[in-house]
């Protein structure tokens, strides 16, 4: 009988190895580790009191599915291949393709990752297509600059974690954007699009197969502009009658989104939910945790479920819920900082989570890389949230220091 289970990663997350790693186990699945950073991976399992281990992990360029695909054959028969890696679906679909074992459609995934095709695909289905051109080098700059409806917003064509997104106001602000980023990384691609007003407010849904489950999303506060900092989120269970989650849930499914869990995000304007974004996996900066707790420790025991083709079981979470960040707003070191907490909110939990120490070192990126920790709270009960949330986050902010 197959008990083995292919994980695909890159660097070492949180959400792999406290979330995905202990649901597979405890499902009673080996979890194969294949990754291009293995070295790094044995050293982050070298500690002690971890939730889970894999049972083994092997070198492999996880970026080349050839590469992948080669070292199948030297592997136990898996009864399912998974990542949670943005830049790794296309390669974990076609594996699972090449095995016959169930898996996401590789050039849906391919179109979520690459924001340039994502909207060359929208603008084929006439569906929220928006004003779009791909840029790498000044010489392909200067042929659209003069077309750019400003404001519009730049942003690496296949970037994660709204590093290096910026709102760009006339032609001399992209020229001098585009040179600082061409300077450090030459050739790269650049998404020009243009600019959507309104507030942003997510989808996250999981697949199973033939299903597609709208679990709900989240009303996402940002920091002011030009930078793209998600400070705030609040969880809005899905309902048939939500005002634009219907939409929204059309939107993605049109797309092609299906098997396993995936995160888009909107844009709320006047005309309706516009679609700027695909993250063809969980929920990140935490908010996949909260969301596990929610229900009972089921998401990724649902969306692993999912992906070695069982039956999907997992009911929306209907509790109010509130994410806040806790950002640097200047480089340096952490001199002091808050502790890690964890105290019953009602029926429910609230809880801090650290992402910095004193001694480390902060330089501003403007993108989520800022977060000093993260303040995770959800119960039955709105007004005890809203409570807590304003007595904590008054309290930690206190607590840190950078100098």
């Known amino acids: 009988m ?29 979890v194969i580790l294949l990754t291009d950073q293995a070295a790094t991976h044995h050293h982050y399992f070298s500690q002690p009191d971890l939730p889970a281990y894999p049972e083994q992990i092997l070198q492999c360029d996880v970026f080349n599915p050839l590469s992948v695909l080669d070292l199948l054959s030297e592997l136990p028969a898996p009864v ?26 590789w050039q849906t995934c391919y179109r979520a990752k690459n924001k340039a095709a994502m909207r060359q695909y929208l603008k084929a289905l006439d569906d929220g297509a928006c004003w779009f051109r791909a840029v790498n080098d000044q010489t392909s700059l200067g042929k659209v600059i003069d077309d750019v409806p400003f404001p519009c917003i730049a942003k690496p064509r296949e970037g ?13 602000q992209l020229q001098s954007f585009c040179d600082q980023f061409w300077q450090e990384q030459p050739g790269q ?49 899905y309902q048939p009658d939500s005002p634009h989650l219907q939409e ?41 945790f909260l969301l596990d707790r929610m229900t009972d420790h089921g998401l990724f025991h649902a969306i ?42 009602g029926d429910g939990i609230a809880e801090f989570e650290p992402l910095r120490e004193v001694g480390d070192d902060v330089r501003l990126t403007h993108s989520n890389k800022d977060y000093l920790g993260v303040l995770r709270l959800f119960s039955s009960d709105p007004s005890r949230v809203k409570d807590t949330l304003a007595e904590w986050a008054t309290d930690l902010e206190a607590e840190w220091e950078i100098g």
């Not at 197959?2 to 080996?30: I, W, Y």
């Not at 399912?80 to 169930?102: C, E, I, K, M």
């Not at 994660?160 to 006339?170: C, M, P």
Request: glycine residues 8%.
């Open 160 to 172: 994660v974690a709204s590093l290096n997104v910026r709102r760009l106001d006339n032609a001399a």
């Open 248 to 288: 929204m849930f059309r939107q993605v499914r049109r797309f092609g989104v299906g098997l396993g869990s995936c995160h888009s995000e909107f844009v709320i304007t006047d005309n309706g939910p516009r679609l700027i974004e695909i993250n063809y996996r969980t929920v990140g900066d935490g908010r996949e």
């Open 80 to 105: 399912g291949v998974f990542s949670n890696s943005d830049h790794l679906q296309t390669v974990t679909a076609l594996a699972a393709a090449y095995l016959n074992l169930p898996g996401k459609d």
């Open 189 to 237: 691609p650049l998404l020009l699009e243009e600019f959507l007003s309104g507030p942003v407010h997510t989808l996250e849904t999981i697949g199973g197969g033939k299903s597609l489950i709208a679990l709900g999303g989240f009303e996402v506060r940002l920091s002011e502009p030009p930078h793209f900092i998600e400070l705030a989120a609040a969880w809005v269970p």
């Open 304 to 345: 692993l479920q999912a992906h070695v083709g069982n039956p999907l079981e997992l009911s929306p979470p209907t509790q109010a819920a509130q994410i806040r960040y806790l950002s640097a707003s200047t480089s340096g070191r952490v001199r002091r900082s808050a502790p890690e907490r964890r105290e019953p909110c």
């Open 2 to 30: 197959r008990d083995t289970v292919l994980f695909l990663a890159h660097v070492p997350t949180e959400a792999l190895n406290r979330g995905f790693l202990p649901a597979a186990q405890s499902m009673g699945l080996k």
